[in-house]
């Protein structure tokens, strides 16, 4: 055998041994990535329920906003009713103070039409006032609706999350 012919076998024999090394690593790698003793199994359902009692206590505060927030709307919307009241109140006091002013200048009153003008201009600020507080209403409605949304959207999260946590739970215990 030539020196040349020695070379090419060594030279094979060491790519077969690197070739065998590197798919030995690979295949340990593999395994150990893939495989899960017992403890990680553990750990893995250990984070799940605790995931899962995470999301039952997010429902939990989500319903509690959901109801506290459909009272706020329910209250707005009573005082919204309200000022609706006042204001057609308060434009019916307007008119029959102007008819009644209308009719002491008719009569040549000046003192009784002055008391009524004084009258109209207390039912004025007090309609722009109720028509501000209609509108502060009307805003406080929009932003409750707006939360309240919200924390509807917030609570189907947490049901899907309680629900895949669970079938998780429920995987791992299979195996």
Known sequence: ?????????????????HLLALAILGLGTSLWAQGGTTSDSN?????????????????RNDRK???????????????????IRDINKD????????????????????A??????????????????DQKDLRADNRDIHNDKKDLHKDRKDARKD?????HDRRDIHRDRKG
């Not at 750990?43 to 429902?59: A, G, V």
């Not at 906003?65 to 000022?83: G, H, L, M, T």
């Not at 004084?118 to 006032?129: C, E, G, M, T």
């Open 65 to 83: 906003d959901i109801r506290s927030d459909q009272r706020d709307v329910n209250k707005d919307r009573a005082d919204r009713r309200n000022d």
């Open 43 to 59: 750990s893995d359902i250990k984070n799940d329920r605790k995931d899962l009692r995470k999301d039952k206590r997010d429902l």
């Open 1 to 17: 055998m030539t020196l040349e012919g020695m070379k090419g076998a060594s030279m094979i024999r060491r790519h077969i041994i």
């Open 159 to 163: 049901k899907r999350d309680i629900r």
């Open 112 to 129: 009784d039409a002055a008391k009524e003008q004084r009258d109209i201009n207390r039912d004025k600020r007090d309609l722009a006032h």
């Open 91 to 110: 434009k019916k006091d307007i008119a029959e103070d102007r008819r009644e002013r209308n009719q002491d200048l008719k009569n040549g009153d000046k």
